[in-house]
């Protein structure tokens, strides 16, 4: 069984930055890829960003590229997501995810999932 746990959310004000972390129970960490959803009240749950095993490839969202970083330390069982130039928009519930092989960018093919961080942007 393998245990998710993020952490790091809170209220920001736009433009200002957080930093999430997840740390990862359970099973070989290096085993996995990772990756950090978030979803808005009413909205689907969608892809922020994902790392694979090694940390060599890394993926992101659109709408959050050049201002969210992932990163991840395999010593320490812990991916992190480094959140720049926030805006309301930015707002949701955080989400980190594990599955064995490679990063997708589809919910639905993560086996493990943590409970969620909240994150909001005030104006």
């Known amino acids: 069984q393998v245990q998710v746990l993020e952490s790091g959310g809170g209220l920001v004000q736009a433009g200002g930055s957080l930093r999430l972390s997840c740390a990862v129970s359970g099973r070989t960490f290096s085993n996995y890829a990772m990756a950090w959803f978030r979803q808005a009240p009413g909205k689907e749950r969608e892809f922020v960003s994902g790392i694979d095993w090694s940390g060599s490839g890394t993926a992101y969202a659109d709408l959050v590229k050049g201002r969210f970083a992932i990163s991840r330390d395999n010593t320490k069982n812990t991916v992190y997501l480094l959140m720049n130039s926030l805006n309301p928009e930015d707002t949701a519930v955080y989400y980190c995810?594990?599955?064995?092989?490679?990063?997708?960018?589809?919910?639905?093919?993560?086996?493990?999932w943590g409970q969620g961080t909240q994150v909001t942007v005030s104006s």
């Open positions: 995810a594990a599955r064995a092989f490679s990063v997708t960018r589809s919910h639905l093919h993560y086996d493990y």
